[in-house]
């Protein structure tokens, strides 16, 4: 098993490991180890059926549901992420950590690449972890005691309704009570396996501080969103088919770029790992 880092602040590729019939106990405490040393591990040259898909996910948490897209037929906890060659609309095309405006978001995110563009179609992955280490001391001491209220309406980013009616290859439903999905989460939360603080607030899902109006707290969230995602503190997994990347939503943020007009791209979403942020 081959593990090259990707960035200075987060990421690894991963080549030499085929998840679908690994089986040592040894290499998958490594393969756990990875993740907490890096958030981010691509593994390269994977040929993964939706039940090894669950297999693997299985290896980082029990399955979660995603509240707004069919699942594939047989299993429901996978759903594809289509943007077909005529659609300018992608999925997740904001900074953002998975489903934060849910009482329990999943630890991990899994995303398998089964039909990639000739070029573009990159992610993003930002620590977060490193960027609440670079705030200064009276930043940190002003966000100990700040809740976010996480919603998943998509405000700020025309609704969510208008975003998923743009992207037709998707099984999108139930889009409309969106608002109903609301958490409150520290704005600060404690990894519960490394110990290390991160941010944990976003543009696109935390709507306001609690106690606090949204013109009160729009600054400062726009403040660190744009703090946590400094080019220092991200890394970039360039795709092709037969790519797994699974990043930790407890100390990072992804972004989707948007840049491949024209191109088709097909990938398998799993989430695992419901947890209480604290």
């Not at 040894?26 to 981010?40: C, G, K, N, P, T």
């Not at 509240?67 to 037929?73: K, L, N, Q």
């Not at 969230?221 to 970039?236: G, K, N, S, V, W």
Request: with cysteine; charged share 25%; glycine share 8%.
């Amino acid at each position: 098993m081959d593990i090259r880092p990707l960035a200075g602040a987060l990421g690894a590729e991963i080549r030499g490991v085929a998840l679908a019939t690994l089986e040592d106990e040894r290499a998958w405490r490594d393969i756990h180890r990875a993740f907490l040393d890096f958030s981010v591990l691509a593994f390269r040259d994977q040929a993964l059926e939706p039940a090894d898909l669950m297999r693997v996910g299985g290896r980082f948490g029990e399955p979660c549901s995603y509240p707004f897209v069919t699942g594939i037929e047989g299993y429901p906890y996978i759903f594809e992420v289509v943007k077909e060659e005529q659609e300018t609309t992608n999925f997740g095309g904001s900074w953002h950590s998975d489903t934060t405006y849910l009482r329990e978001p999943p630890l991990a995110t899994l995303l398998y690449a089964l039909e990639t563009p000739a070029h573009g179609g990159d992610t993003l992955f930002a620590s977060t972890s490193a960027a609440y280490d670079a705030l200064s001391s009276a930043m940190r001491e002003l966000l100990a005691g700040l809740i976010g209220v996480n919603s998943a309406a998509l405000k700020y980013g025309g609704g969510r309704a208008k975003m998923h009616s743009q992207i037709g290859a998707m099984k999108v439903h139930d889009t409309e009570s969106a608002e109903q999905y609301e958490a409150e989460h520290p704005v600060v939360r404690t990894h519960p396996d490394t110990g290390r603080k991160a941010l944990y607030v976003s543009r696109s899902h935390t709507i306001h501080f609690k106690d606090m109006t949204e013109a009160e707290s729009r600054p400062l969230i726009e403040f660190l969103q744009e703090h946590q995602t400094r080019p220092e503190f991200t890394c970039r997994v360039r795709w092709t088919p037969g790519t797994l990347t699974v990043w930790d939503n407890r100390c990072t943020q992804h972004f989707a770029v948007n840049d491949y007009h024209g191109q088709r791209r097909r990938m398998r979403r799993l989430t695992v790992g419901a947890q209480v942020p604290r």
